[in-house]
């Protein structure tokens, strides 16, 4: 059974700090790209920050330089460090894990909120 597991979300002031983790089991974590999403209230769901196996990063406009991505393959997780957070950041965070072989089904976690007060 596939499981993706988000923690680390809450409340925090803006200007504050969060770190997420997403935990996977049941994958071959190394066969998988990871990208974390998230989704505000009435809002479509964007992708946030992307690692490859390797440790390659892409960033959202809107994050780079105050969140980073890392994973950690022994572990078989990947986090999301968030510093100097906004209101706008509020959202639900979900792990995906995006397959890098074809026809491989691609994983969701349950989702995590953070929730950024001014």
């Known amino acids: 059974q596939v499981q993706l597991v988000e923690s680390g979300g809450g409340l925090v002031q803006s200007g504050g700090s969060l770190r997420l983790s997403c935990a996977a089991s049941?994958?071959?974590?190394?066969?998988?790209?990871m990208d974390w999403y998230r989704q505000a209230p009435e809002k479509q769901r964007e992708l946030v920050a992307s690692?490859?196996?390797?440790?390659?990063?892409n960033y959202a406009g809107s994050v780079k330089g105050r969140f980073t991505i890392s994973r950690d393959n022994a572990k078989k997780s990947v986090y999301l460090e968030m510093n100097s957070l906004k209101p706008e950041d509020t959202a639900v965070y979900f792990c995906?894990?995006?397959?890098?072989?074809?026809?491989?089904?691609?994983?969701w976690g349950q989702g995590t909120q953070v929730t950024v007060s001014s």
């Open positions: 995906h894990a995006r397959p890098l072989i074809s026809d491989t089904k691609d994983y």
């Open positions: 049941g994958i071959i974590f190394g066969i998988y790209a």
């Open positions: 690692i490859t196996r390797g440790g390659s990063t």
